[in-house]
């Protein structure tokens, strides 16, 4: 059964870069795709991107300038980095997996969730 | 982008009653929607995939139907537990996967 779970810092300042890590149990990384989503304080979800094989990506076109996901497969690990954060990037930050067939684009396990606060 | 609208956007039932809520697709999406349950403070969880599959252990008063842009999930003999936020998601049109505002359900 996939288990993820998250870390990073909770707190970044204005005009930074927002690192998060994801780390994966109980799949290869090889067998599904895996994205993060945000969820603004008392908000809905938005999808960010994902990463594939290390090297495959696909973001969302609202956050594609600063957002980088990256995958680390020796360590079943993938991360999210943002730059020039702004006060508006503060929300809860979710891993998720999703399976490859065109049909299992849906998000099956979350990570706990991370609130990251953007402040000056 | 594909704009996911739900409603209603707050519904209050009384235990042991019947649940719908609704989700609308700016265009269709086939049977490529899925279904999520929060509750506060913690992650979305998977509730229904492919419009009306449930989702592992997922009880049985939770379905869903629809196609093409209109969807429902019904949640039938409500219990306290149920009590959430719920949000719809298209994986038809992609990027961006884009999901609905969501719907908060209220038991009496």
């Known amino acids: 059964q996939v288990q993820l779970q998250q870390s990073g810092p909770r707190l970044v300042k204005v005009s930074e870069t927002l690192s998060l890590t994801c780390s994966v149990s109980?799949?290869?990384?090889?067998?599904?795709?895996w994205s993060w989503i945000r969820q603004h304080p008392g908000k809905g979800l938005e999808w960010i991107g994902y990463?594939?094989?290390?090297?495959?990506?696909n973001y969302n076109p609202s956050l594609r300038s600063r957002a980088t996901i990256s995958q680390d497969t020796s360590r079943n690990q993938f991360s999210l980095k943002l730059t020039s954060v702004t006060p508006a990037d503060t929300a809860i930050y979710y891993c998720?997996?999703?399976?490859?067939?065109?049909?299992?684009?849906?998000?099956?396990?979350w990570g706990q969730g991370i609130l990251v606060t953007v402040s000056s | 982008e594909i704009v996911m609208t739900q409603s209603p956007v707050t519904l209050s039932v009384s235990p042991g009653e019947r649940a719908t809520l609704s989700c609308r697709a700016s265009?269709?999406?086939?049977?490529?929607l899925a279904w999520y349950q929060q509750k506060p403070g913690q992650a979305p969880r998977l509730l229904i995939y492919?419009?009306?599959t449930r989702a592992t252990g997922v009880p049985p008063r939770f379905s869903g139907s629809g196609s093409e842009t209109e969807f429902t999930l019904t949640i039938s003999s409500l219990q306290s537990e149920d009590s959430a936020v719920y949000y719809c998601?298209?994986?038809?049109?992609?990027?961006?996967?884009?999901f609905g505002q969501g719907s908060t359900l209220e038991i009496k």
């Open positions: 990463i594939y094989y290390s090297r495959t990506t």
């Open positions: 492919g419009a009306s």
């Open positions: 265009q269709s999406v086939g049977t490529l």
């Open positions: 998601q298209q994986y038809y049109h992609w990027p961006p996967y884009t």
């Open positions: 109980g799949a290869s990384m090889n067998d599904y795709y």
């Open positions: 998720v997996n999703h399976g490859l067939a065109r049909n299992d684009g849906y998000f099956d396990r």
